[in-house]
């Protein structure tokens, strides 16, 4: 199966820092998935929005609505879960107060961890986040895990003070299951590759505007946005594309 990763949206009514329309930037995205074959999956990691507000979420539903094919949410520091709840009661959250689902296709199970901490940017996989996958995750079948913050650093010092705390118990339980084959996640506004616990790992860039890859404080840059494809197949690892959202020309070789 073909799952297509989107994150970072910060879906807003109007522009962020005066200049980055992310609304048109979600729509390039979406022009450029819909242009191409289609997935099986659309799994969108966290920051859905900008402030959590109801307005932000029907922008996001409206667009979602549209599309011929499904689509998983996972909320992110600027979300608000009551709110994600309200928008889309159909998903398949889980009970009790985080926002996390199981969803099972074809290829597997994909969870969909809730590591958010209100009112930090941080995130932390705690007892209530173990206990829910240790209930969630099968014993066989194969299994893809996805949440917001990284548990692991991605050498951009702002991004690495606000990552995914408790990552030595995530690793722990992780060594106990070894359904899970990969962890995507979104946080980083970059297309970033690295190994967890020993399963490759990715976070997906945004569509909108880009974190820089520099020291010092936290920046942005309007560097062109993406998303992430991925190719699950029986019996293959996981394939990962990065993919601009920009459309493009396609021409065939010819000689």
């Known amino acids: 199966m073909r799952i297509i990763q989107l994150s970072d949206l910060h879906l807003s009514c109007q522009p962020l820092y005066g200049s980055v329309d992310t609304l048109a930037a979600f729509d390039r995205a979406l022009r450029r998935v819909l242009a191409s074959p289609a997935p099986d999956l659309l799994l969108i990691t966290g920051d859905l929005v900008s402030k959590g507000a109801p ?68 995130g932390e996989v705690a007892a209530a986040q173990l206990d829910w996958l240790e209930e969630a995750c099968p014993d066989s079948r194969r299994v893809l895990l996805a949440q917001h913050q990284p548990p692991f650093l991605v050498g951009i010092s702002g991004m690495d003070a606000i990552r995914c705390r408790g990552d030595d118990a995530l690793a722990q339980w992780l060594a106990r299951h070894e359904a899970v084959e990969a962890l995507l996640c979104g946080h980083v506004h970059r297309f970033v590759s690295t190994s967890f616990a020993g399963r490759p790992a990715r976070t997906a860039p945004s569509p909108a505007h880009q974190i820089a890859l520099q020291d010092g404080p936290l920046a942005y840059t309007l560097e062109p946005g993406g998303y992430l494809a991925h190719d699950w197949f029986p019996g293959e690892r996981l394939l990962t594309h990065y993919v601009p959202a920009e459309m493009s020309t396609t021409h065939v070789y010819r000689h």
Request: with cysteine.
């Open 55 to 122: 307005a932000e979420y029907a922008l996001l539903r409206d667009r979602l609505d549209s599309l011929p094919f499904p689509y998983a949410l996972l909320p992110g520091n600027h979300d608000h879960r009551a709110g994600l709840r309200a928008a889309f009661p159909e998903q398949a959250w889980c009970a009790g107060s985080l926002c996390c689902q199981r969803i099972d296709v074809d290829a597997g199970t994909l969870l969909l961890l809730d590591t958010v901490v209100p009112g930090e940017e941080w």
